[in-house]
């Protein structure tokens, strides 16, 4: 007998009426909560922002009707939340069978439901906490990023309940502080290990997608290193008539430092710690990408009129947010309002930066290699610091299983009717490297719903609806697909 594969007009209808009925609704309400990343809101437990999105999203999983379905919030202490899900594996039929996270074959689904802080620039009509639809897109902060995984991921497997398709144990993990850089989430998974076992497949939403018409996968993600550059010359502001020229701008020092680090002509990086020579494998999938995406390669971002990105070659635009280290002021102080300016030399600059390092880069040695080229022989004698706040690693993924290969094609197929693609994406996802160092053996699928100008972390960001529902389906295909390749 011919095992039975996924319908996929079936999953599709399903996903559609899920969508519309349940997910989009809770949607709507997740938006409206300000649960900002601890990193953002030192007093989170106090304002309770965060437990209002643990409270939805268990309200949301508890009613869904799979059978064996176990629900729970777990709470270390001092720790952000997490949300556990376990579904235990179903027989050919549709018969559920005994929970064991001993089973060899365990699939982990991945998510987060911490947002990113506000940011300006939302156009009139819409806001960071209001959701608004509008026509395929759903605006608001966290929607995409990545406040519909659960809801999607539960989703997936009910379209395989519908259709009584067997398939392993499935446990799923929300995290709470990933946009602060997955701090809690090892003595989570040092805890949970028991309950979750050894995944010989994890399933992340929380990616991006080169366009909307087809199937992205995720080959890699680069790390990141973040602090405070902080320069003071004076003890107290002075009269710049009086002062300039004689002592040295606090800012014309922070921009020699940053030449340490990175040549303002290219914005190529100058630290050897913080590079790598790319694999010929990422380096052809980069190549390859380049050709599927042509011009959006770069014509997603929303460029002012007459400006255009650092190179014409678009491989190289691909490689340069994927396998190559770039440096961002993502902040300031020190620096008055425009209004209240005066005439005053001020006695003190401090600038955030946000430092992305390619896969395989160490980040405690880029972190102290960028504070040590900051900080050695600071210019005029000034005192100069760099405090870093955050070091995290990028991920390589290794090399999709024939079977998985092979699902991922036939998902794009069947519900995009175009071949799959794959690329590096630019950001952090930690999580991703814990699992990989953890679970040496098991695959990867990491993809999501983040394509042109969804702008994730800034504003207007939103969410692609008919990409939610087909993702959705597609998660549900490669499931079906790994219980098949089990056997």
């Known amino acids: 007998m011919t095992p039975q594969t996924l319908d996929a007009a079936a999953a599709l209808a399903l996903s559609e009426q899920l969508w519309e009925g349940e997910i989009l609704p809770a949607l709507h309400d997740y938006i409206r909560i300000q649960n900002r990343s601890p990193a953002f809101d030192a007093q989170w437990r106090e304002h309770g922002e965060m437990d209002r999105a643990v409270a939805l999203i268990e309200a949301f999983c508890k009613r869904q009707p799979l059978d064996g379905l176990r629900v729970e919030v777990v709470r270390l202490e001092g720790r952000t939340p997490v949300i556990l899900a376990e579904a235990p594996a179903v027989s050919p039929g549709g018969a559920t069978l005994a929970s064991s996270s001993g089973s060899s074959e365990t699939i982990l689904l991945y998510g987060h439901l911490d947002k990113q802080p506000e940011m300006i620039g939302w156009r009139e009509g819409l806001s960071p ?73 994890v399933v992340c939403l929380d990616s991006g997608c080169g366009n909307y018409e087809q199937l992205w996968s995720t080959t890699s993600l680069r790390g990141i290193v973040a602090g405070t550059l902080r320069v003071q010359i004076l003890t107290e502001g002075i009269h710049s008539g009086d002062g300039s020229g004689v002592v040295p701008s606090t800012f014309r020092i922070a921009r020699k430092l940053l030449s340490r680090i990175e040549d303002a002509e290219t914005g190529r990086v100058l630290l050897p710690e913080l590079q790598v020579e790319v694999p010929p494998a990422r380096l052809k999938a980069a190549r390859e990408a380049a050709h599927s995406l042509g011009a959006a390669v770069h014509d997603k971002f929303p460029f002012v009129p007459g400006a255009h990105p650092v190179t014409d070659d678009l491989t190289e635009l691909v490689l340069n947010r994927t396998w190559r280290p770039a440096v961002s ?81 036939n998902a794009s197929r069947a519900f995009w009717d175009r071949p799959a693609a794959s690329m590096g994406e630019g950001g952090t996802i930690p999580f991703m490297g814990m699992l990989g160092e953890k679970f040496p053996a098991a695959q990867f699928l990491i993809t999501g719903v983040l394509g042109p100008h969804s702008n994730a972390h800034g504003p207007n960001e939103f969410l692609h609806i008919p990409t939610g529902k087909k993702l959705t389906c597609a998660v549900a295909s490669v499931i079906a697909n790994q219980f098949l390749a089990s056997r």
Request: glycine residues 8%; contains cysteine.
């Open 129 to 201: 906490w209001t959701p608004v639809r509008e026509g395929d897109r759903l605006y608001g902060r966290g929607a995409a990023d990545d406040g519909y995984a659960a809801f999607a991921s539960l989703a997936a497997l009910r379209i395989l309940a519908a259709q009584k398709l067997p398939r392993a144990r499935c446990v799923m993990l929300i995290e709470a502080c990933e946009e602060s850089g997955s701090t809690d989430l090892p003595a989570y998974i040092e805890h949970l290990k028991d309950r979750i076992g050894s995944p010989s497949l």
């Open 329 to 409: 002021v993502i902040g300031a102080s020190g620096l008055p309002a425009l209004e209240i300016a005066g005439n005053v030399l001020r006695p003190e600059t401090a600038l955030k930066l946000s430092i992305r390092i390619p896969p395989r880069v160490d980040p405690k040695a880029a972190l102290l290699a960028v504070k040590r080229a900051l900080e050695e022989n600071p210019p005029y004698g000034a005192k100069v610091s760099f405090e870093g706040d955050k070091a995290s690693g990028g991920w390589d993924a290794p090399a999709l299983a024939p079977w998985l290969e092979a699902a991922v094609e």
